[in-house]
């Protein structure tokens, strides 16, 4: 059977003074230590939520702002190319203008020059014509009358086109 004396009785009053000395000095600060842990492991993860939460935003900001950026940048090639192209044409167009001019100019001293031309062929030959006509009758007879004649048949000759087909 179990005697009970005060060995018992002692070893239980060890037993639970033991306990009590182990709860207030061992469990409870390593309990409050787990708890405090706990406690920081938690916040740790609210800010990395909170952090993570903020950088998706931040990051939606910056493609967001890319994206316009880009918009931008591509407006401001396109009105580039728009009056690249306003300007090239309007070289183009002054060049043409310009060109333009220039033939016209051109063609202007060359109808003059031909002109010109004609006009001393004309006296050429009405001097040749005058002057064979002199020297086939033998004899002189007014100049200014000659010219006269042999310049109106000239003309009438080169008017109906065939002094034209000869030169």
């Known amino acids: 059977m179990i005697q009970i004396d005060m060995t018992f009785f002692a070893s239980v009053l060890n037993f639970l003074l033991l306990v009590a000395l182990l709860t207030f000095f061992l469990y409870r600060p390593i309990r409050k230590f787990m708890m405090d842990r706990q406690d920081r492991i938690k916040q740790s993860l609210e800010e990395a939520a909170r952090n993570r939460a903020e950088s998706a935003k931040m990051k939606q900001e910056y493609e967001a702002r890319l994206a316009q950026a880009s918009r931008e940048a591509q407006e401001i090639i396109e009105k580039a190319v728009v009056q690249g192209e306003r300007a090239q044409t309007e070289i183009l167009e002054a060049a043409r203008k310009e060109a333009k001019a220039i033939l016209e100019q051109a ?14 062929l004309l006296d050429d030959i009405v001097d040749l014509v005058v002057a064979t006509a002199s020297a086939v009758t033998a004899k002189k007879v007014n100049l200014a009358d000659d010219e006269a004649v042999v310049k109106r048949l000239i003309e009438e000759g080169w008017l109906s086109g065939a002094g034209e087909r000869e030169l």
């Open 107 to 120: 063609r202007a001293e060359a109808a003059r020059e031909r002109q010109v031309a004609f006009e001393a």
